[in-house]
């Protein structure tokens, strides 16, 4: 079998000389700017995406050079996301690392992500005088086709979590995933290496197949991870989705099997806010996580009166909406609890395993993928989603 | 002349259908999703940036049904950044009404915002059934172009703030609003009309110039006017700029100006923060406007000690930088009267004339612009920038 970890690598080094020669050099910006930009792909990653361009454009005899540029397009898109996202989560950490915004600010952070996005046009126009202006038009068109997709999915989760709706179904959870992860993970990455390849609609049309069902199956192992794996083993906190109050599966199918006074117990504690890290004073400038530390310790030292504290926990809500305190260990509890008792996990596992084993199936369908270490890739991909521990 | 109020509004209107016409309808998203995208661009609004991309197209022959999808492009890009700039810097209001961030909060509008971006490379791909492959794919360098040079300008200005640099030129500042705003305001709208009309790169570059000299001009007088118009006539706070602490022509050219104590005082000015509108509880959650008005209530009715204060200040600050504390009346009135003394509004003034000379010897220049309506708003934007008072 193909050593996975060796070819991610290999597509990663690639990719990253092609993400060099693509940022400008310009002196003048280099430090205000085209370093920053560096950051986050330089961190230690996998590179899933363009790995998966690269793989399966050369298992459909595509050559290598010509699908470098597309790969290094879809990592800069990926990167500008991740920092956006951090600086939306309010995330202290990125691969190790303390997140952009952190050490540079947000306004910075949201323009490094900004001009990341920006660049990833021109490399994709460059793919005119090599691969040729009809497969340069559709790689655009799968990646405007991608950014809809994704900003749709984001759309849905992010109402979800401000109207507080957990009444959902796999299917919810489904479209949701096939828009956020499938999509911009899984399904514009192999079609754009299909079209560098030079294949048509019906051909890609098996690779999206394929693509999406191992997205989705991939984003439900992610999160029955989370919540099953042990600090360090996994590199985030256990149970951090649970914390968070993310809209996984799991907890959308413990919420619909919970009896009524469970699930009005739940929605009030997946409304609170996740606390801050121990003794941290590292969220971002303006947090409330800091605050509502720090007004603890003034109320039991008598500097700030219980009555002080109320109004100022109001003037940091802006929006008016009551703010329902921080989870605790016995919330996150009483959550694991009662996803224990309704096999949540186990009825995501089932889940989980039907999209790997429909993905396999659209694989094998797809005979035009003829056998070559770069197909074997593409088949590891189910094996490692299937039994992946980390 | 050309009523030019006449001429935008029905720019605007052609333009909004246009955009009206890209958002999808899909109903699964229209609430989440695609209402919030037409938010801001309904919004009273010039829409200076399509009205140049058509003006220029049709002075140039070419016909509108052509030039509007690309527009339409234009204008999402333009409002994309508005709802990611507001939620940077922690704006209220925007074109009368609250920010998008304000309303739907940080996440859903920066989501928005990048969705506003995603969709603007569909509309600029159909250009190709339209106008042909090669006008549409030199609009999308053109737009590529534009992205980077906006986010350059943009890490140039980000970096003179975070770094709280002021020993800038008059040079520094035109390469920065170059790229700020000529590129994104006037050079790419005029070079994307031009496009559009079948022109090649010589009548290009000449459409070009005219619309950087505009642009530096533009921008000029916008610094010029924010601090000598009344509130209402100019529809914002006056001075705003000083408040703000933004790296202007004229404020650059008061601190070079200024005796050496002087200037320390003015910088130790400008590195404080700008005060929360009077009485206002609006501010975004978390920003730490809202918490400093409430914190000197709380103070000053014994709810909250000193020491308590200062304590929850800087655990606001999670960066570990100096608050410096509040612009007051006193130091804006100070920068203002240093303003006076250095004639730095006078000499603001005249750059912005000169610009304006050589953007009109451009355009003079520019003999294959046929005379029209359409070269006659084009010459009107000369006028307007030379005396605008709004």
Redesign the interface.
């Known amino acids: 079998m193909i050593d996975l970890d060796a070819y991610l690598s290999e597509c990663r080094d690639l990719t990253l000389n092609e993400i060099k020669s693509i940022i ?1 050099r310009d002196r003048r ?1 280099r ?3 085209y370093d920053l930009m560096l950051d986050y792909p330089l961190r230690s990653a996998k590179a899933l995406r363009p790995a998966l361009c690269i793989a399966t454009c050369r298992a459909l005899g595509g050559r290598l050079e010509s699908a470098l540029r597309s790969a290094a397009a879809l990592e800069m898109y990926h990167n500008a ?1 991740l920092i ?1 996202d951090d ?3 309010g995330s202290e950490m990125r691969r190790g690392k303390p997140t952009l915004h ?1 050490t ?5 952070a ?3 992500g ?2 990341l ?3 990833t ?2 490399p994709l ?1 460059d793919n ?1 005088a090599t691969i040729g ?1 009809g497969p340069s ?1 559709r790689i ?2 799968t ?2 086709r991608m ?2 997709e ?3 999915g ?3 989760e ?2 979800w ?2 109207s507080r709706r957990w009444n959902l179904t796999d299917a919810d959870y489904i479209r949701m995933v096939y828009k956020k992860t499938s999509w911009y993970t899984f399904i514009a990455p192999a079609i754009v290496g299909g079209i560098v390849a030079g294949r048509q609609a019906k051909e890609l049309g098996q690779l999206r197949k394929f693509a999406a069902l191992l997205g989705i199956a991939f984003q439900t192992q992610d999160d029955i991870l989370n919540l099953t794996t042990e600090v360090g083993q996994y590199g985030k906190e256990t149970a951090g989705d649970l914390w968070e109050g993310k809209h996984t599966l799991i907890l959308m199918h413990m919420m619909r099997h919970a009896t009524s006074q469970e699930r009005d117990l739940a929605r009030e504690i997946l409304s609170k806010r996740r606390p801050a890290p121990l003794g941290s ?8 996580r ?2 509502s ?3 603890e310790r ?1 109320v039991s030292e008598g ?3 219980t ?2 504290r109320a ?2 926990m109001q ?5 008016g909406r009551h703010d329902s305190g921080e989870k605790t260990d016995q919330d996150v509890r009483f959550l694991v609890t009662m996803i224990d008792r309704h096999e949540s996990i186990e009825h995501a596992r089932k889940v989980a395993a039907g999209y790997v084993a429909k993905a396999r199936k659209a694989l094998d369908a797809a005979a035009f993928v003829a056998p070559s270490v770069h197909r074997d890739f593409l088949e590891s991909m189910l094996d490692f989603v299937a039994s992946r521990d980390h």
């Open positions: 400008p910006y430090e205000v700017l996301f956006h600086v939306e989560d952190r540079h600010g947000a306004p910075i949201v323009n490094v900004d001009a996005l920006a660049l046009l021109q126009l005119t202006l038009l655009l068109e990646v405007a950014a809809r994704s900003t749709e984001q759309a849905l992010l109402h979590i401000r004073q590292s969220a971002p400038p303006g947090d409330p800091n605050l530390l720090e007004m003034l500097e700030l009166t009555r002080g109004r100022l003037s940091l809500d802006g929006t």
